[in-house]
């Protein structure tokens, strides 16, 4: 087929059956825009029933089209029965583009419908453009270990598939529009599920360590000693803040990974964020370019943050640490 009869801009909604996961309303925000300059329309993809206020916060984000499938086989969630779903979906609507949001489930399922619609998926972009001269979303994403900037697109085939991580961009909704309302009836076959959930216990998570709405962010790099930091988690509170890291401090065992701010961690937008001991690598700072003041401390005046920071101080870390906790005291 011509990629001409490919119409419409979908986004995946994943949610829990009361609440929206926020990167699927970011992400509604942004793909408005793109499917503008596209002059095409956006439709939100539901499975499963969602509350009336759920619904609203999706209206809200200026979808002219909102598709809900019910059907058996998709509780609890399996990675068989969305693949499947999506892959159908595809083939009788033909939309021009499917996003879906970079959590543990959308980067799984995500790549497996657009190999079975032998399509391309891209992941983890930091920008989207649409190139009205050829019809492609560029699809711009740190490469090479943060050393460049690659543009991806999908020249020929559609839909164009995308997975996008959670904070890449701001949930701003344009208001709602007139809506189209589509229901399908899908039914996955249970004995075609290849996995079965044993088990599940929820994950004791701290509400205070969330990254993804922490409004001050304390964050340490590489220099970080791990006797050291206790001082920076003192920091954080004191603020009413949230301590985060780069990814060697993660992979040093320091902190878990959900600290990670960057490409291969959170995308934050803190009003604050005091940085200590970060070089300033393009993987790292692309995931704190929707911050508001950004704080540095370094010892190496030549480190790349520098060129990030709206103010900078060239010393120990832990000694100008330990300064602005004398100073809170």
Same mark, same amino acid.
Not at 94 to 98: E, F, G, H, Q, R
Not at 176 to 181: G, Q
Not at 312 to 320: P, V
């Given at each position: 087929?011509?990629?001409?009869?490919?119409?419409?801009?979908?986004?995946?909604?994943?949610?829990?059956?009361?609440e929206?996961?926020?990167?699927?309303?970011?992400?509604?925000?942004?793909i408005?825009?793109?499917?503008?300059?596209?002059?095409?329309?956006?439709?939100?993809?539901?499975?499963?029933?969602?509350?009336?206020t759920?619904?609203?916060?999706?209206?809200?984000?200026?979808?002219?089209?909102?598709?809900?499938?019910?059907?058996?086989?998709y509780?609890?969630?399996?990675?068989?029965?969305?693949?499947?779903?999506?892959?159908?979906?595809?083939?009788?609507h033909?939309?021009?583009?499917?996003f879906?949001?970079?959590?543990?489930?959308?980067r799984?399922?995500?790549?497996?419908?657009?190999?079975?619609l032998?399509t391309?998926?891209t992941?983890?972009?930091?920008e989207?453009?649409?190139? =009205?001269?050829?019809g492609?979303?560029?699809?711009?994403?740190?490469?090479?270990?943060?050393?460049?900037?690659a543009?991806?697109?999908?020249?020929?085939?559609?839909?164009?598939?995308?997975?996008?991580?959670?904070?890449?961009f =701001?949930?701003?909704?344009?208001g709602?529009?007139?809506?189209?309302?589509i229901?399908?009836?899908i039914?996955f076959?249970?004995?075609?599920?290849?996995?079965?959930?044993?088990n599940?216990?929820?994950?004791?998570?701290?509400?205070t360590?969330?990254?993804s709405?922490a409004?001050?962010?304390?964050?340490?790099?590489n220099?970080? =000693?791990?006797?050291?930091?206790?001082?920076?988690?003192?920091?954080?509170?004191?603020?009413?803040?949230?301590?985060?890291?780069?990814?060697?401090?993660?992979?040093?065992?320091?902190?878990p990974?959900?600290?990670?701010?960057?490409?291969?961690g959170?995308?934050? =937008?803190?009003?604050?964020?005091?940085?200590f001991?970060v070089?300033?690598a393009?993987?790292?700072?692309?995931?704190?370019s929707?911050?508001?003041?950004i704080?540095?401390?370094?010892?190496?005046?030549?480190?790349?943050?520098?060129?990030?920071?709206?103010y900078?101080?060239?010393?120990?870390?832990?000694?100008?640490c330990?300064?602005?906790?004398?100073?809170?005291?």
């Open positions: 087929m011509d990629k001409r009869d490919f119409k419409d801009m979908w986004v995946y909604i994943e949610h829990n059956g009361v929206i996961e926020p990167v699927s309303l970011e992400l509604c925000c942004e408005r825009k793109i499917a503008d300059s596209a002059r095409e329309k956006l439709a939100a993809v539901i499975v499963g029933t969602l509350p009336q759920a619904l609203n916060r999706i209206t809200q984000c200026g979808v002219d089209k909102l598709i809900q499938v019910m059907g058996a086989g509780e609890p969630f399996n990675i068989d029965a969305y693949t499947a779903l999506f892959a159908k979906l595809c083939i009788r033909l939309p021009s583009a499917v879906v949001g970079g959590t543990v489930n959308g799984d399922f995500a790549p497996r419908f657009a190999c079975r032998r391309g998926c992941s983890d972009a930091t989207l453009v649409f190139d =009205k001269t050829t492609n979303i560029e699809f711009i994403e740190p490469a090479v270990g943060g050393k460049m900037m543009v991806i697109t999908v020249p020929e085939m559609r839909p164009q598939i995308g997975t996008i991580r959670p904070g890449t =701001k949930y701003m909704p344009a709602a529009r007139k809506v189209e309302y229901s399908e009836r039914d076959d249970p004995e075609l599920i290849r996995t079965e959930v044993l599940y216990e929820p994950y004791d998570e701290d509400d360590m969330d990254l709405t409004d001050i962010v304390v964050c340490i790099g220099g970080v =000693k791990t006797d050291s930091v206790p001082l920076y988690l003192t920091l954080a509170k004191k603020l009413g803040g949230t301590l985060g890291c780069t990814r060697p401090v993660f992979d040093r065992g320091i902190l990974y959900k600290q990670v701010i960057g490409q291969s959170v995308m934050i =937008k803190p009003r604050l964020l005091l940085s001991g070089s300033g393009l993987n790292h700072v692309t995931g704190i929707g911050s508001g003041k704080f540095a401390v370094n010892d190496d005046p030549e480190a790349d943050i520098f060129h990030y920071c709206d900078g101080i060239i010393g120990d870390m832990d000694e100008i330990c300064g602005i906790l004398a100073g809170l005291d």
